[in-house]
């Protein structure tokens, strides 16, 4: 198949993503998110442009006249390469084709994966080795990661190619890996019409990259914990073979051995929570010894119920005869490891090269602002200013960054009951301080050091320094590790717009 003309084709046909959503409207994109076409079938009104039957073909997976396709596309070389198939006088898409633009990055192109099953309450069963295309999970993903140039990047499990998009912007080679064959044809096809250059293998986990060490590892694994057997169709885009959360596990003990010095692996996943064992234990097991740092954030969390009915209505077995059975299958599995619930969130390991590695685990279910990589990337430096002795703590000269103190009170009152710092960036933390401690960290300008600011603070409010000193130090240190303050020049503005987003999906 001719790629390179087909990316012309589609270019020439104005097949961009500003474009699809001006001749399909708002109403025809969200109805598509609900796996309808009807809302975008009607803004179309009927034409067969070059751009109309290319949304046809692939968005709303409509048959169109061969001939009408073949104003926009070579038909024979499509229907030869296995992305189109005739149908009498018609077409119809086998492939998934469609423009890809990242406001955050700039990373763009078109993803190549399986059409959307289910729509229009079509119901089909989702064959094993189905390729998913940019997904929530996915976009999440390309979010979180550290956007700094570095010189090698694996995506592991790459899937379409979707990582590969983003990490070609800053990354001069980009290593893709999956076990699933067809994955590898889909993204070598978003390769190829993005213009971007990937090295993909085929193979399990790292098993493609023996040997070899990456400066960023990122992947949204297969973390699915479904039962290894009982009938139920197994995907694998989302679940291996690995019993409940073994295969994140496998995936976060080996980026140990993937890892250059100073390297960094992201990675979405999904983590088993028992009633024997707090979440923090086990995810602190997977790293203990290998000397990386650790940040695991988790995002949200979800009943056994919850979770299974989530998976099996993904799988397409909503209203089917096997949704009991399977649901049966799947508790059964969970009773007998004792998973109650799933925790659903993000891992953060850097090759930092500490005495002491910093392991992290916390809950943060609450709006971040995106791309939340911009705070990943500056969380090595926050976490060496948080640890800085103490002659030199109080020589630095960090300044608040991009914060606002927020007060609460009694109407009238003088003073006020709670003063708040809060983030207007990243992960929107906010810390509530007393007076004192407000006072100081308001004048920590990036000017003055904290130690003249602590004198300053302690004689005007005639306090006793050393006192003020041991109060007010650890929140220093609290908020220099949470990037409410920072040294130096971090933590300045970028060029890419944020947006607020609630927790993980």
């Given at each position: 198949m001719d790629?390179?003309?087909?990316?012309?084709?589609?270019?020439?046909?104005?097949?961009?993503?500003?474009s699809v959503l001006d001749r399909i409207g708002e109403a025809g994109q969200e109805a598509l998110g609900r796996n309808t076409t009807v809302a975008a079938d009607v803004a179309l009104a009927g034409a067969m442009d070059p751009l109309a039957v290319l949304v046809r073909l692939f968005l709303l997976q409509q048959a169109v006249p061969a001939a009408r396709a073949e104003a926009a596309l070579d038909v024979e070389d499509l229907v030869a390469g296995g992305v189109l198939r005739r149908d009498g006088d018609d077409v119809v898409a086998l492939l998934d084709l469609r423009p890809y633009d990242s406001p955050d990055d700039g990373a763009s192109g078109f993803l190549a994966s399986d059409l959307t099953p289910g729509m229009d309450a079509a119901t089909s069963a989702t064959r094993s080795d189905y390729v998913l295309g940019a997904s929530p999970a996915s976009l999440t993903l390309a979010?979180?990661?550290?956007?700094?140039?570095?010189?090698?990047?694996?995506d592991l499990g790459t899937g379409c190619g979707v990582q590969a998009l983003h990490l070609a912007r800053h990354c001069e080679r980009v290593v893709g890996t999956d076990l699933n064959e067809r994955a590898l044809e889909c993204a070598r096809l978003t390769?190829?019409?993005?213009?971007?250059?990937?090295?993909?293998?085929?193979?399990?986990?790292?098993?493609?990259?023996?040997?070899?060490?990456?400066?960023?590892?990122?992947s949204n694994p297969p973390y699915v914990m479904s039962p290894p057997s009982g009938g139920d169709a197994r995907l694998t885009y989302r679940e291996g073979t690995h019993t409940a959360d073994g295969l994140v596990e496998a995936v976060v003990r080996g980026s140990a051995d993937h890892l250059n010095p100073g390297g960094t692996a992201q990675f979405l996943v999904n983590w088993a929570v028992t009633a024997d064992q707090p979440w923090q234990e086990r995810l602190r097991g997977w790293v203990e010894g290998t000397g990386l740092d650790c940040w695991v954030i988790e995002r949200e969390r979800l009943d056994r119920y919850s979770y299974i009915e989530l998976w099996l209505t993904d799988a397409g077995l909503a209203g089917s005869e096997e949704w009991l059975p399977a649901y049966r299958r799947w508790l059964d599995y969970f009773d007998e490891l004792g998973i109650e619930e799933v925790g659903m969130g993000w891992i953060m390991l850097t090759a930092a090269g500490r005495a002491e590695p910093q392991l992290r685990f916390e809950s943060w279910p609450h709006a971040v602002v995106q791309p939340v990589g911009i705070a990943f990337a500056q969380a090595r430096d926050a976490i060496d200013a948080s640890l800085l002795p103490l002659d030199e703590l109080l020589a630095a000269a960090p300044r608040l960054a991009d914060v606002k103190q927020e007060t609460i009170g009694e109407p009238g009152a003088a003073d006020p009951q709670h003063i708040v710092l809060r983030q207007r960036s990243g992960l929107l933390r906010a810390i509530e301080v007393d007076t004192a401690e407000a006072a100081a960290l308001g004048a920590l300008d990036g000017d003055l050091t904290v130690g003249q600011v602590l004198a300053a603070v302690a004689q005007v409010l005639d306090l006793d320094p050393a006192e003020l000193a041991a109060g007010v130090i650890p929140v220093i240190r609290d908020a220099l590790r949470d990037q409410l303050l920072v040294l130096g020049g971090s933590g300045e503005a970028v060029e890419e717009e944020p947006h607020v987003v609630g927790a993980l999906n």
């Open positions: 790629t390179t003309s087909l990316r012309e084709r589609l270019t020439a046909a104005g097949y961009t993503v500003d979010q979180l990661v550290v956007r700094d140039e570095v010189g090698s990047a694996l390769a190829e019409l993005s213009g971007v250059e990937v090295d993909l293998r085929h193979g399990s986990l790292y098993e493609p990259v023996a040997g070899e060490r990456f400066d960023l590892i990122v």
